[in-house]
């Protein structure tokens, strides 16, 4: 929540997860969600729960993914804005609702239809230890610093506080934390020529009357890329092709620095920097 409004350009593959109705008539945004290959957006396991989807079912409405920076109008004509239907949801097996923190809380929602043309985003699949004391960017669209869900795409700078094998805590100072509605949304580092996804926010801050300005456990992507690629296939972007993220190198916590793409055209492998330039 908080945080200052994105550009237009900025974030394009970040999207939000919205429930629309039947006669597409009225939408919901409740989550965030990140584009990273075509027919693939990443995002939290409990924003798409079983249990979440069927009783929306119930009530005439169905999960689909929209672009846009800002959603605030976006039940006074659904038309202006760009939706694409859900397919398949994909949750991660371990993940379950009666452990505290929630682990394993990332999901995979497969497009009808791909979506080639439109940037994805660029997943780490670095060491992330020396960023502890550092600054991730986390996007979502999440309520604002006064708890009002406004559909608006917003971004903020959060200190790693700890990192674990599957989380990443974060910390928030000030008017901004993640809140509801950011749930699914990516904590990028920065690289060279834009930002890689490290994190999905998921738990942690709750609104209160001071706002969701707390400590947040983010799940880390990193430690579920292989079970990513058992379902995301690989492709490779032209040099040329919108991309957000993927860079010549990353300079970490500590002044520790990788370099993971050798040289331009800066090719980049579907999602990944990975080494080698492959």
């Not at 798409?48 to 929209?66: C, D, K, M, N």
């Not at 959603?71 to 371990?94: A, G, Q, R, S």
């Not at 608006?152 to 990443?168: A, F, G, M, P």
């Not at 974060?170 to 950011?182: M, P, R, Y």
């Amino acid at each position: 929540s908080g945080g200052s409004p994105t550009d237009p350009d900025d974030f394009e593959a970040v999207v939000a997860l919205a429930l629309r109705s039947s006669d597409e008539t009225s939408a919901f945004v409740g989550c965030t969600g990140s584009l990273i290959h075509p027919e693939w957006v990443l995002t939290a396991a409990h924003c798409v729960e079983p249990e979440v989807l069927q009783a929306a079912s119930w009530e005439g409405e169905s999960l689909a993914i929209v672009w846009g920076t800002d959603l605030t109008d976006v039940n006074d004509d659904l038309t202006e804005y760009d939706w694409v239907d859900v397919d398949k949801v994909i949750i991660h097996p371990e993940y379950h609702t009666d452990r505290w923190p929630l682990e394993d809380d990332i999901a995979l929602v497969r497009l009808v239809s791909p979506q080639h043309g439109r940037p994805v985003v660029a997943l780490n699949d670095m060491p992330l230890d020396s960023w502890v004391g550092s600054e991730f960017l986390v996007v979502g669209y999440g309520r604002d610093e006064d708890g009002n869900h406004t559909g608006r795409k917003r971004s903020t700078y959060h200190q790693v506080l700890d990192i674990e094998e599957r989380l990443v805590t974060l910390d928030s100072e000030g008017t901004t934390g993640q809140c509801k509605g950011d749930s699914g949304g990516p904590g990028f580092l920065r690289v060279a020529a834009g930002h890689v996804a490290a994190t999905i926010t998921s738990h942690g801050s709750q609104l209160t009357d001071e706002g969701c300005f707390d400590a947040n456990h983010d799940t880390r992507i990193d430690f579920y890329l292989d079970w990513i690629d058992d379902y995301v296939p690989y492709y490779e972007t032209d040099p040329q092709a919108p991309l957000d993220g993927c860079g010549c190198t990353l300079t970490g916590g500590l002044g520790t620095t990788w370099v993971f793409l050798m040289a331009p055209p800066l090719w980049c492998r579907r999602r990944r920097c990975q080494g080698n330039g492959s």
